[in-house]
């Protein structure tokens, strides 16, 4: 089984609202991420979660907040949003994380974001 | 430094006709190497993956891609194409356990 999942699917908010996404896998992974794509563009890295510790965060501004609570769950907190935040927000998994070796990494649906 | 390049934006084939998606890698190292293909408002499906060994390497869906190293490429190719293979195809290459993506190759399948 390979399948990370995420809720919600759409998510509308204005830029004075705060919500979460969510992200769970129950492959055993030690490693987790958030990537963020617009439309027509590659996913582009956010944060990288290695055995519940925030490993790498690609400069990202602090209205993101990422959580894990446990080697299963990753969140991400969003707060006082900008309409260019605007896009799909992609997690993925995989086995243990950056290092010398490349793992997999299986992504989840992702969840639509608008920020009006 | 690191990076992937997918020269073609977009791609039209005809149902049943074969098809070939470039992608070229520039990395110091022996690449790790991926393709992913993404369906509209979806996320990313791993098609087939290249770590070590034999350089031709089968993938789901009916997907295969060679890894030339003296041409820094890992094709994808298929030999017989379905409408339901529309979708965004991204080639990215492992660089210190993270993932550098192509662009993004559009595949569109004419009936």
């Known amino acids: 089984d390979t399948e990370v999942t995420q809720t919600p699917k759409h998510l509308v908010m204005g830029m004075t609202n705060k919500k979460s996404l969510k992200c769970e896998q129950h492959m055993g992974h030690r490693a987790m991420y958030w990537y963020k794509q617009k439309a027509k563009k590659p996913p582009e890295l956010m944060f990288v979660y290695s055995y519940e510790k925030l490993s790498i965060n690609e400069s990202v501004p602090s209205r993101f907040s990422p959580e894990c609570p446990n080697s299963s769950l990753l969140n991400l907190h969003l707060h006082a949003l900008q309409p260019e935040d605007s896009a799909l927000y992609l997690c993925?998994?995989?086995?243990?994380?950056?290092?010398?070796?490349?793992?997999?990494?299986?992504f989840g649906p992702g969840t639509r974001l608008l920020v009006l | 430094a690191q990076s992937v390049t997918q020269p073609d934006i977009h791609i039209t084939v005809s149902e049943g006709a074969s098809l070939e998606l470039r992608c070229n890698y520039s990395?110091?190292?022996?690449?790790?190497l991926f393709w992913y293909v993404q369906s509209p408002g979806q996320g990313l499906q791993l098609l087939l993956k290249?770590?070590?060994?034999?350089?031709l390497v089968q993938g789901i869906k009916g997907f295969e891609a060679e890894f030339k190293r003296s041409q820094s490429s890992f094709n994808l190719r298929k030999p017989s194409v379905h409408w339901s293979d529309a979708a965004e195809y991204f080639c990215?290459?492992?660089?210190?356990?993270?993932?550098?993506f192509g662009k993004g190759t559009k595949l569109s399948v004419k009936p």
């Open positions: 993925a998994s995989s086995q243990s994380g950056p290092g010398q070796k490349t793992e997999t990494q299986y």
């Open positions: 990215a290459v492992g660089a210190g356990g993270n993932l550098i």
């Open positions: 990395y110091g190292a022996t690449p790790y």
């Open positions: 290249y770590f070590s060994g034999d350089t």
